[in-house]
């Protein structure tokens, strides 16, 4: 880039001030990043946020990223993202399929890994039916390849033993949509960051793992008066640009939110008329079964907690719940965000309830700004695994397994014959490794994540994947990672940029990634292995017929054009996203019913006067708002009445400490692809405690002293680092390490209703080592 | 185009006075758990031996081990609180740094061993170096991802 | 040295021409009767000269300024 | 090789000189997790006392003068060298210091390699050493890094521990200046180091008392004037002409070569008070 400073910084200024009143400058050639062929669009391959980006290729090589200033993102994007060249030519990539022979790796052909797969699988379906293979999926795989698995093992092979590492993440987020509003997926998007003038973050850290989103934020506050509240039990850099910290004892934040939802209610501060239109209130009985009530039996049930009660509960002083609530209810527009701070708990559906019920009983929902919106954590975990069903107990786009009109709808839509959809849900992810370790599951495909690292109780699973008798077959672009180690046969998978396809990030925006270079050495991407592996296991269980009829894609085009079908008569309707728009456009908000559908698409749903297309064609009578996902409540959305409960295993005498995992800024989930970035290795080397300084002192640790971590499970040594962030009582530790296991230490307990366990709280005991 | 500005270990006295009072007998270097400490040779022969550290390499992590067993005064000897050292000064280099150029970091906000008082975050979060704060340690030096470091301690000038 | 992003609004083509001649503002756009430019100043007390000069100008209506840029290289 | 050991004093002594390798080599390794042994030949810290080379304090004291930090425990530690000198005169250069083993070593492997006549040995008057004593204290303090130059004990121990933590640049620096002055000191004017241009050993020398230890001539008995000594004696000094005492660093080869000779009653012996 040969342009002196003056020059560059004329450039920034004009440039600048041309995006504030949307002139159109490009910009000189001289002043590109680095020489560059040809900037491709694309998407960053990690967190929810989803942030657009133009891939720079130079002589078949990916050689620079920056941000799609057109997209959502304006440009910004984080710096893990900045580093995405460096990951595809790493060191360990995947060149060629291996088996294990006697604990040692032999390198073998596709056509061998094929056959012994499918020998493997078929006999196994033979043996012990179809009930004894397993797959476990991920939210960064492409949609069109989670649609495609779906449909082999719930469609052709009838078994629903198949389940995605979003049951880890986003399964309490879902169900808490479905049971308060009908239907999953947030009704919101980014744009209402520009109208909202409160943001309630509650449970998760924004800074760190939704950068870009916590930026736009930040943008807004700088331009305009907004309040923002961070309830969070760590004082992250969330919260220290916020303007109220709600700081609590992780897993009493339910007292904290029915104690909000008293002050509404005794303070009048509710929306009543909205409330009368739109909602309806209920409870589980004492047969477990839901229960409509009125609102003054939810006044009722919301007395008891008090500030005061909530106070005692969670040590979170009450003015600042007050404050909270009143903030909430009286601002112009409040949207509220939450992560994983709150799905992953043993209570995730109901704490999820309890936020949803907060922007019900304010009427804060359904208009510019207003928005209770759940942050995704993986690229793909809306667009690939919620909406494509890749779930055990779902089918694609809002039909569940248990419902006999869905489960007639897809097999008629498949072409199945009647009946082939087993209509008990599968095994979850956690019960799917538990039966895998019991010998129960034969066969296991893993695909594009790292479960030997990133499941609760991890010690007990990862001995199960060890097992002998049974099957594991990964499919990983890296090798060795802590679940390929553990496999039996590991099958190279294309990665990011080598492979096309679609991911579906938190704002129910769809994205296409195109194939920008070749994938490395023998590599595949994971479509082109499910679709031969579907077609050989069909064929060799003697229906070649269906393999034809089920599997005809040659490209994932077609398998698109399917998916946009199957999505036609239902909420989800994105018919109108064909692959040439999504192509064009900067990503597109579902539901887009005609091709001729303006982009980005819907940005908020349930209401017709900020343009949702859907809400005339399920409920005309009704003049804007309309819950039409939940026909069975008239159209109406649901306040639940949920007891505050505290979490499975909280601190006690003899393990005092909490013990809350997390995310880096540097790393991404398993660091497989972000620790072979030299330079992010640089940022975040190591794994560490955080260590609130009385609690440290206490102990007699400093920074740098090594610290032994036990819990029920097992124990860990780590080194300290004794700041400010974490609450006294409170230990946090980052999950990336391969070689520093935390989730062996964490409780493998799961919500009853989403199976999803709780990674964020489990006791455990600190001393020196 | 020998290197005349070094980074001293922490309590160090002021630079002309140092060179004149260490007695480069490598106390320090051995006491230093993280090994940050190294001499100077080729870098300065009129250095020859006084201890320095390369904030790049390994930085200092202020665990105040090392002045006690300075023999000589050189480092000061009753030093213990981290916060009251002063080894520089870091300064942000705007054209390098990700989080002016658009991305975001905050590497050296998160392992700045005086946590959120000698480097904050603005609102538009970019880091800022609070001068009065800042010990001049060099983790921050260490962790930025980019090469060269975006983020310089540059050692006390008398 | 300071770089002002600016959205000046003008009436009439001379108004242009007289603009574009001035050696302190560089003209990067131009759509129907706005020009957007950046002002480089040495420093800020230079302002109320510039703007002098910009409000002899015929048939210039206005400015506003959008985005600013200090460099501080060869001061620190 | 058996005669680098042979004698009852030269064993002892190669003992020592091996046990204080191999002690720094233990400092080094434990140098993180204790701090009651610390250090290199410049100043080691003993417990609290911190023991400093002589040449170095003084050269310090000169350099900073008034602001010179008189830790009590740094100004016994520069007492302590000069004590022990003055009880037993130069036993630090022959017993302990690393570079005069090092010396041994190389002149014991030269005279065996190359049998060719041996040098002459460097002499020096009193006089002319006193000069460079003061000169060399007047470059110490106006030039800071003059004394690391030529304190060939300090740089040695300092050496050591940078091979511990493999810092190449520091070993190659140092080998190359010690390379130097060996080949000096071995090819060139030998023992040119130990016996003139050390100022810790001149110092040493001159903190030395004439009761203290050191090897005599007995008048009693008779000597057979075979010269054997002078022959032995690593500084090429001529003992059996008794006039050794002014640079004699007591290691007591020749009293070991004269017992060798004759079973008992011979001339040379140790003296102390």
């Known amino acids: 880039m040969k342009c002196d400073r003056r020059e560059f910084l004329k450039w920034s200024a004009a440039l600048t001030a041309a995006s504030v009143v949307g002139f159109e400058l490009s910009l000189p050639e001289n002043l590109q990043a680095v020489d560059v062929d040809k900037w491709i669009k694309s998407v960053c391959r990690y967190c929810g946020a989803g942030c657009g980006l133009y891939i720079g290729v130079k002589g078949g090589k990916v050689v620079a990223v920056k941000g799609d200033d057109k997209n959502w993102n304006r440009g910004y994007i984080c710096v893990k993202g900045s580093y995405l060249p460096k990951i595809l030519d790493a060191p360990d990539r995947l060149k060629y399929p291996m088996v294990r022979e006697g604990g040692k790796w ?34 960064q795989s492409y949609s069109e390849e989670s649609y495609l698995a779906n449909k082999l093992f719930k469609g052709a092979l009838g078994t629903n033993n198949i389940d995605g590492n979003p049951r880890l993440c986003m399964a309490s987020a879902a169900v808490g949509y479905v049971t308060s509003f009908g239907k999953d997926e947030p009704m919101g998007s980014y744009d209402d960051i520009y109208y909202a003038d409160c943001f309630f973050i509650i449970g998760s850290n924004m800074s760190e793992a939704h950068p870009v989103i916590f930026r736009l934020i930040m943008e807004q506050k700088r331009k305009r008066k907004v309040k923002i509240i961070v309830a969070d039990p760590r004082k992250t850099l969330t919260v220290r640009n916020a303007d109220l910290h709600l700081d609590f004892i992780p897993g009493m934040d339910l007292y904290i939110l029915n104690a909000m939802a008293h002050v509404i209610v005794k303070e009048k501060l509710y929306n009543k008329d909205f409330i009368d239109k739109h909602v309806v209130f209920k409870k589980l009985g004492p047969d477990n079964k839901p229960q409509k009530v009125n609102f003054e039996e939810y006044v009722k049930f919301l007395e008891e907690y008090t500030p005061e009660l909530a106070e005692q509960k969670s040590g979170c002083p009450k003015e600042k719940i007050i404050q909270a609530a009143r903030w909430f209810a009286t601002s112009k527009a409040t949207m509220s965000f939450w992560c994983m701070g709150l799905n992953q708990r043993t209570k995730g559906v109901w704490v999820n309830n309890l936020v949803n019920n907060l922007h019900l009983l304010t009427g804060q929902i359904c208009r510019p700004g207003a928005t209770p919106f759940s942050l995704t954590g993986q690229p793909n975990a809306c667009g690939g695994i919620r909406d494509v069903g890749l779930l055990s107990h779902l089918l694609p786009y809002g039909r569940l397994v248990a419902n006999d009109q ?63 008798d049974t099957f594991l077959v990964v499919s990983e672009a890296y ?108 990503g597109m908000l579902w539901p887009v019913p005609t091709e001729d559908y303006p982009a980005p698409g819907t940005l908020r749903r349930y209401t017709a006067k900020y343009g949702d297309p859907l809400v005339k064609k399920y409920d005309p009578k009704a003049e804007d708002i309309s819950f039409y996902g939940n026909p069975a409540d008239g159209n109406r959305a649901v306040i639940w009445l949920r007891p505050a409960v505290g979490p499975a295993e909280p601190a006690d005498k003899d393990y005092p400490f909490i013990l809350t995992t997390g995310r880096l800024i540097e790393h991404w989930h398993t660091g497989t692809m972000t620790m072979k970035v030299p330079e992010l290795m640089r940022a975040a080397p ?71 366990p709780e990674f964020k709280i489990s006791a455990v005991r600190i001393e020196k080592a | 185009m020998f290197k005349t500005k070094f980074l001293r270990p922490p309590g160090a006295v002021k630079e002309s006075e140092f060179v004149k009072k260490c007695i480069r007998c490598g106390k ?130 008398d | 040295m300071f770089y002002i992003g600016v959205l000046i609004d003008i009436e009439g083509e001379e108004a242009e021409k007289a603009l574009s001649s001035l050696s302190f503002l560089k003209i990067y756009g131009k759509k129907e009767n706005q020009l957007l430019g950046v002002i480089e100043l040495k420093d800020l007390q230079e302002w109320k000269a510039v703007e002098e000069a910009l409000t002899e100008i015929k048939g210039f209506l206005g400015l506003s300024i959008l985005s600013s840029f200090q460099d501080n290289s060869d001061t620190s | 090789m058996k005669d680098f050991f042979k004698g009852k004093f030269t064993l002892t002594r190669r003992l020592f000189q091996i046990g204080t390798f191999l002690f ?180 040493l020398g001159m903190a030395r008392w004439k009761g203290g230890l050191r090897i005599i001539k007995r008048k009693d008995l008779t000597c057979k004037e075979c010269a054997l000594c002078s022959f032995e004696c690593p500084l090429g000094l001529t003992p059996h002409l008794g006039n050794h005492l002014e640079d004699c660093y007591n290691c007591g080869r020749c009293v070991d070569i004269c017992k060798g000779l004759r079973k008992k009653e011979n001339p040379l012996d140790f003296k102390f008070l």
């Open chain 1, 106 to 139: 032999k390198r073998i052909t596709w056509e061998e890994a094929m056959n012994l797969m499918v020998s493997k699988f078929a006999e196994a379906i033979k043996k012990y039916g179809p009930h004894s293979v397993g797959f476990y999926g991920s939210g």
């Open chain 1, 406 to 468: 869905h489960r007639a709808e897809m097999e008629e839509f498949w072409g199945l014959p009647k009946g082939r959809i087993h209509p008990k849900p599968g095994l979850t992810a956690v019960e799917l490794f538990r039966k895998f370790a019991e010998g129960e599951i034969k066969c296991l495909w893993v695909v594009c994540t790292n479960p030997g690292q990133s499941l609760p109780n991890l010690e007990k699973y990862r001995k199960g994947m060890a097992r002998e």
């Open chain 1, 479 to 586: 090798h060795p990672s802590r679940t390929s180690e553990l496999a039996d046969l590991v099958l190279p998978a294309a990665l990011w940029c080598e492979k096309e396809g679609t991911y579906g990030q938190s704002e129910r925006r769809y994205q296409y990634l195109p194939q920008v270079i070749k994938p490395l050495g023998e590599a595949k991407s994971d479509f082109e292995v499910i679709l031969t592996f579907a077609r050989k296991l069909l064929t060799a269980l003697g229906r070649a017929d269906e393999a034809k009829r089920l599997f005809p894609y040659k490209t994932t085009e077609d398998v698109w054009n399917e998916m946009r079908a199957c999505s036609r008569n239902t909420v989800y309707n994105f018919w109108g996203m064909t692959r040439a728009r999504l192509i064009k456009e900067h």
């Open chain 1, 686 to 756: 190591r794994a560490f405690v955080e260590i609130n300084p009385k609690d440290a002192q206490k102990l007699g640790i400093k920074t740098g002293d090594m610290v032994r971590i036990t819990s029920r499970r097992g124990s860990i040594v780590l080194p300290a680092k004794v700041v400010d962030i974490p609450r006294p009582g409170v230990v946090f530790v980052p999950f990336h390490y391969p070689d520093k296991l935390i989730n062996i230490l964490v409780t493998d307990a799961f919500d009853p209703m989403s199976k999803q």
């Open chain 2, 28 to 157: 320090c270097q051995q006491i230093c758990p993280y090994n940050s400490i190294v001499l100077t040779s080729w870098e300065n022969p009129f250095y020859f031996g006084l201890p320095y550290i390369i904030a790049r390499k390994k930085p200092c992590y202020l665990c105040m081990k090392c002045p006690p067993v300075c023999p000589s005064g050189a480092l000061d000897r009753t030093l213990v609180d981290k916060n009251k050292v002063k080894m520089g000064i870091a300064r942000i280099n705007r054209d390098t740094c990700w989080a002016y150029q658009g991305s975001f970091c905050r590497a050296c906000f998160m392992n700045c061993p005086i946590f959120d008082k000698a480097l904050k975050m603005t609102d538009e979060l970019l880091p800022v170096v609070i001068e009065k704060y800042c010990v001049g340690c060099g983790i921050c030096e260490n962790v930025c991802p980019v090469e060269p470091s975006a983020i310089i301690v540059e050692p006390l000038k």
């Open chain 4, 24 to 203: 720094f080599l233990a400092v080094y390794y434990t140098s993180h997790k204790q701090s009651f042994l610390l250090g290199t030949f410049y100043s080691f810290k003993l417990g609290p006392i911190h023991i400093v080379d002589p040449f170095i304090y003084l050269t310090y004291l000169g350099r900073n003068l008034l602001k010179a930090d008189l830790f009590v425990w740094t100004v016994t530690g520069f007492l302590i060298p000069l004590l022990i000198a003055f009880l037993f005169g130069r036993v630090f250069c022959s017993w302990i210091c690393p570079y005069n083993f090092l010396y041994e070593i190389l002149d014991f492997l030269k005279t065996h390699l190359f049998r060719k006549k041996p040098l002459i040995y460097f002499e020096a008057s009193p006089k002319s050493k006193k000069v460079w004593l003061a000169l060399a204290l007047a470059l110490g303090i106006f030039i800071p890094p003059f004394p690391y130059y030529i304190l060939m004990p300090g740089l040695l121990s300092v050496l050591l521990h940078q091979l511990v933590l493999h810092l190449y640049s520091f070993i190659l620096f140092s080998l190359l200046l010690i390379l130097m002055v060996l080949f000096v000191d071995l090819f060139f004017k030998k023992r040119i180091w130990c016996k003139f241009i050390c100022p810790t050993g001149l110092i």
